[in-house]
């Protein structure tokens, strides 16, 4: 379960200015539920994200995941963080070229100390479920950007993690392929007890979320939106 409590994160820009990346946000996420956060460029998604994963540091509020805070670890507390209990899939994903897409997906189960041929047995069913199972055995540099990304998303959820966050991952993706991948993350949720958090500006995945928020410069505003899911068009109203 991840809670946010008053978020607030801001940048010095070179100019001297400051940007106000997230402005005082709250939300939750509960366990079998996928939330979306939708926003345009700029919004502050990533942002928000890179703090729940322990990559960024706010400058005020909490994270709390499973009831214990995720701010102020130390580098070795934020790694042992997220690999216990986190799956994070940011928009680029780093691939070793010289590996097959199935070594590249277990290094996390690797990295845990799982061995090399459970990790790889534990991911099949996974790699099946996205689609990815004709593709195991080719290197990385071979995959296109969609199948990179799939193959990011079995990596990030080969250790079972209890919240998953996801950067647009249905970005480089078809519509067919993104209704597919959100489908699978709707039902995994479901099926693990998942807690998942997507940032997306993609009409389509606020359509398959059980609660949406929109960001706009930072701030979470009322959500109203008219989701039209067949033409994959969404109408947000401001409050
Ligand atoms: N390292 C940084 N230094 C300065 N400003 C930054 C930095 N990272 C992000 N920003 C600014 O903070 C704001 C929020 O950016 P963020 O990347 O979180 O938004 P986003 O909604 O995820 O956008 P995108 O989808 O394009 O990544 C933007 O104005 C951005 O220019």
């Not at 099926?191 to 949406?212: C, G, K, M, N």
Request: hydrophobic share 40%; glycine share 8%.
């Amino acid at each position: 379960m991840l809670e946010v409590h008053n978020l607030v994160k801001h940048y010095a820009s070179p100019g001297g200015e400051s940007v106000q990346a997230v402005d005082g946000v709250s939300l939750t996420v509960r366990p079998g539920e996928l939330v979306a956060l939708y926003g345009p460029s700029g919004s502050g998604k990533t942002t928000l994200l890179k703090i729940v994963a322990a990559v960024l540091e706010p400058d005020r509020g909490e994270v709390l995941v499973n009831g214990r805070s995720v701010t102020g670890l130390s580098d070795r507390e934020a790694t042992a963080y997220r690999l216990a209990d986190l799956g994070l899939v940011l928009q680029t994903s780093h691939m070793i070229a010289g590996l097959t897409a199935i070594e590249n997906a277990s290094l996390k189960l690797i990295a845990s100390g799982v061995s090399r041929r459970d990790a790889e047995r534990q991911l099949t069913p996974l790699l099946e479920r996205l689609g990815l199972d004709g593709r195991a055995e080719h290197r990385a540099n071979d995959l296109s950007m969609g199948e990179r990304q799939r193959l990011a998303l079995a990596k990030s959820l080969s250790n079972d993690p209890s919240l998953l966050l996801a950067d647009e991952p249905t970005g480089n993706l078809d519509t067919a392929r993104g209704r597919d991948v959100l489908a699978f993350l709707r039902e995994y949720s479901r099926e693990h007890r998942t807690a998942i958090l997507i940032a997306t500006h993609d009409p389509q995945a606020v359509s398959y979320a059980d609660h949406a928020h929109t960001l706009r410069d930072g701030r979470l505003t009322e959500f109203c939106a008219e989701v039209d899911a067949q033409l994959g068009e969404v109408t947000v109203h401001q409050p």
